[in-house]
T-cell receptor, first 113, second 116 residues
Framework: GAGVSQSPSNKVTEKGKDVELRCDPI?????LYWYRQSLGQGLEFLIY????????KSGLPSDRFSAERTGGSVSTLTIQRTQQEDSAVYLC???????????FGPGTRLTVL | AQKITQTQPGMFVQEKEAVTLDCTYD???????LFWYKQPSSGEMIFLIY??????QNATEGRYSLNFQKARKSANLVISASQLGDSAMYFC?????????????FGTGTRLTVIP
């Protein structure tokens, strides 16, 4: 497909479990972003990858959150020991044009029971 | 201070009419980009239009235009000839270029409802 893809589309987990969310960016895009969208906090930046550079982790809310990007393409966002406040939609975006327009995937809706 | 402010939580517009969604921004960076995204009930963020801080002309993309008033730090989205499919959340966002921030800062959004 031509767009950003994310999986799973929905994830329900129990408090304390670890979850992995996957993002497949648009082919050729060197920049990849993770955001979180929740009712109380709106859209929050989490982490940014650019090529082979060290990621910008300034938006990660706690050390339970981590992300990696393998081979400059697919990215995985991992949340360890999930808490109820982690319930949100996790959006991935990629960009590759000079204006840095970010193109978003459909998101993963995470529900922590 | 909020970097992006959208003061209209909800807006209604009659089908085929034009509507303006407000956005003001706050930055000291002389180089920045402004974006508008549409988020239908399906949840996906759809890019609509971009305006660079040094662009001389207001951006237009089909029925979307951006009323960019740099001195007032406003970047309002104008949708002409509204359609039922325009009903969605609309987010204004900004990326600063020189400060080193790599992410978009988003407003809280405006929910637009198009009335038939």
């Amino acid at each position: 497909g031509a767009g950003v893809s994310q999986s799973p589309s929905n994830k329900v987990t129990e408090k304390g479990k670890d979850v992995e969310l996957r993002c497949d960016p648009i082919s050729g895009h060197t920049a990849l972003y993770w955001y979180r969208q929740s009712l109380g906090q709106g859209l929050e930046f989490l982490i940014y990858f650019q090529g082979n550079s060290a990621p910008d982790k300034s938006g990660l809310p706690s050390d339970r959150f981590s992300a990696e990007r393998t081979g400059g393409s697919v990215s995985t966002l991992t949340i360890q020991r999930t808490q109820q406040e982690d319930s949100a939609v996790y959006l991935c975006a990629s960009s590759g044009d000079p204006r840095d327009t970010q193109y978003f995937g459909p998101g993963t809706r995470l529900t922590v029971l | 201070a909020q970097k992006i402010t959208q003061t209209q939580p909800g807006m209604f517009v009659q089908e085929k009419e034009a509507v303006t969604l407000d956005c003001t921004y706050d930055t000291s960076d002389p180089s920045y980009g402004l974006f508008w995204y549409k988020q239908p009930s399906s949840g996906e963020m759809i890019f609509l239009i971009y305006q660079g801080s040094y662009d001389q002309q207001n951006a237009t993309e089909g029925r979307y235009s951006l009323n960019f008033q740099k001195a007032r730090k406003s970047a309002n989205l104008v949708i002409s000839a509204s359609q039922l499919g325009d009903s969605a959340m609309y987010f204004c966002a900004m990326r600063e270029r020189q400060t080193g921030a790599n992410n978009l800062f988003f407003g809280t959004g405006t929910r637009l409802t198009v009335i038939p």
